[in-house]
């Protein structure tokens, strides 16, 4: 099976800038479309934005032209570039993937999030 880690989060103020990475490890057939999600305090979890096999992407409206999905297929890692960072933003960020599992189950895994913190 496969196992999401993600990492990158922190403390930034306002405007600036964090890059948030997720590796897929262990053992799968393929990984499909991965997507960032997020969950604010008090609020349900939220699509960030995803990417496909082929790097066709889509975004939440609030983070389009500020954030930038990408995946390196051949590291099987995802990355989100956030930029001009709002206090909005601030969230436990999960990483998500659509895996095709060795004995070809199509499964959803998810990663254990990393809290980005924006200040004002």
């Known amino acids: 099976q496969v196992l999401l880690v993600e990492s990158g989060g922190g403390l930034v103020q306002a405007g600036g800038s964090l890059r948030l990475s997720c590796a897929a490890s262990g053992i799968a057939f393929s990984i499909n479309t991965m997507g960032w999600y997020r969950q604010a305090p008090g609020k349900q979890r939220e699509l960030v934005a995803t990417i496909t096999s082929g790097g066709s992407t889509n975004y939440l409206d609030s983070v389009k032209g500020r954030f930038t999905i990408s995946r390196d297929n051949a590291k099987h890692t995802v990355y989100l570039q956030m930029n001009s960072l709002k206090p909005e933003d601030t969230a436990v960020y999960y990483c998500?993937?659509?895996?095709?599992?060795?004995?070809?189950?199509?499964?959803?895994?998810w990663g254990q999030g990393t809290l980005v913190t924006v200040s004002s």
């Open positions: 998500n993937a659509g895996v095709v599992t060795i004995t070809l189950a199509r499964l959803e895994v």
